[in-house]
């Protein structure tokens, strides 16, 4: 039977559409004054914008607290992710920076190489206590130059109640996640079985690892090795896009598709099941409060059983090189990632705070649109390499060309496959 839609589509807030972007990000503040340098004897802090709709207030809160801690002022800035890697370059190259930055992992590689981030490996007292594939993002070399802050993973959202209606359970491998789409999207004229969104590299690097394959593996020389190209890399690129290609699941505009519009395609009650964030659920209730009750979300399933790996991503916080508060802005980092602050910051914007012990009370809390997400993050959350010139090929979109060029019919997954691998290694191998 086909479903009709009675709920008038409102559009995402702009606050949450701020956080999604921050997750798609996956990523600091600085002084008041904009200066980023040593006007006054504040200590200075750049935060990244959007992420907590109410962040003024939770650092007012988190400010009062380090001063009355240390005798310091602080000043806290909050920074576009737009303009956040321009910005935090030109405050390196002017020797203006902050005291304390927030930094996207995948941000976290390129400045510590540039020699621009503290060493804080001295300070950190239990590096298990933060969610490891986050905290390896920080580490090059031994050197810590950022800890995990908050942390994103992406799982599976669906309309439970389309699923119950139906009689189906939820997916335990891909064939099964494969056969319930296609049947929900019959019995659902009109609702699309499951987008494949043609610009979210996040979503399409689960299906890689989930084959057996990897964006790019160190050697023992030292070199890197992307085995996307591989018979069980290309298996898990095929598996995703041929949902679209030959099972006819997305709708052809996906291809150009990022994760925003993916989540809207949900909270406008287009879609059955999709591969989603996990601040997107509080997100798409806000938006279409006709929804609440109705969505479920369930772990990645793996190709045969267990679990699909999914990218874990967030923010670090780390500390700037030269600046002559090292201590000082350290003392700040460990304020926000431990204790009240590190519950509360994540509780208020949707995201996981990083660490372990954090993370299990949201996996054992019966929330069924949070605990799915936290034992995805804890069970099977990957990170990217943690090299500089990582940055570089999501700069140049080389997963997200890989996919486009497949879902267009401008590559068989043979020849995109093939050149994503090559792109890759080039890159990260210190080619052109």
């Avoid at 589509?9 to 600085?30: D, F, I, Q, R, S």
């Avoid at 491998?173 to 499951?194: H, K, N, V, Y």
Wanted: charged letters at 20%; one cysteine or more.
């Amino acid at each position: 039977m086909a479903r009709r839609r009675v709920h008038e589509y409102v559009t995402l807030p702009a606050a949450t559409l701020t956080l999604v972007l921050a997750a798609t990000a996956c990523g600091g503040g600085g002084g008041g004054n904009g200066d980023g340098g040593g006007s006054t004897d504040a200590l200075k802090v750049w935060i990244m914008e959007g992420t907590n709709p109410d962040a003024s207030a939770f650092f007012d809160e988190v400010n009062e607290a380090y001063t009355e801690q240390t005798g310091t002022d602080v000043e806290v800035e909050f920074v576009p992710w737009s303009d956040a890697q321009n910005k935090i370059s030109t405050a390196i190259a002017g020797g203006t920076m902050p005291d304390v930055v927030e930094l996207g992992t995948t941000f976290t590689p390129e400045f510590a190489d540039a020699g621009a981030l503290h060493d804080l490996s001295g300070y950190v007292d239990d590096p298990s206590r933060f969610q490891q594939d986050m905290y390896s993002m920080g580490v090059i070399d031994d050197a810590v130059y950022g800890v995990p802050w908050y942390a994103s993973i992406r799982s599976i959202i669906y309309r439970k109640d389309i699923f119950e209606e139906h009689g189906h359970e939820e997916p335990t491998s891909w064939e099964e996640l494969r056969e319930t789409a296609m049947d929900l999207a019959e019995a659902e004229d009109g609702m699309i079985g499951f987008p494949v969104p043609g610009q979210a590299q996040y979503s399409v690097m689960p299906w890689i690892w989930g084959g057996g394959g990897e964006v790019a593996v160190q050697e023992s020389d030292g070199t890197w090795t992307s085995t996307i190209n591989t018979p069980e890399g290309r298996a898990g690129v095929e598996f995703f896009t041929n949902l679209s290609l030959e099972d006819g699941l997305s709708t052809t505009g996906a291809v150009n598709w990022n994760e925003i519009d993916v989540m809207e395609s949900l909270a406008d009650e287009n879609a059955i099941m999709a591969i989603s964030n996990s601040s997107n659920p509080k997100a798409i209730v806000e938006s279409n409060p006709d929804l609440e009750g109705k969505l479920g979300a369930f772990v990645l399933p793996g190709q045969d059983e267990g679990y699909t790996d999914s990218f874990a991503g967030g923010s670090l916080l780390s500390v700037f090189e030269g600046t002559g508060n090292e201590e000082a802005g350290w003392e700040y980092v460990d304020l926000l990632t431990n204790g009240e602050f590190f519950d509360r910051w994540g509780e208020e914007s949707g995201f996981f705070p990083a660490g372990v012990d954090q993370i299990q009370a949201y996996a054992e809390s019966g929330d069924p649109l949070v605990e799915p997400f936290a034992t995805q993050l804890l069970e099977a959350g990957k990170s990217t390499p943690a090299v500089p010139a990582w940055s570089q090929v999501e700069a140049e979109g080389i997963i997200v060309g890989m996919q486009q060029d497949i879902l267009n019919g401008e590559a068989t997954v043979e020849e995109a496959t093939d050149r994503a691998a090559e792109s890759i290694e080039t890159i990260l191998n210190g080619g052109n």
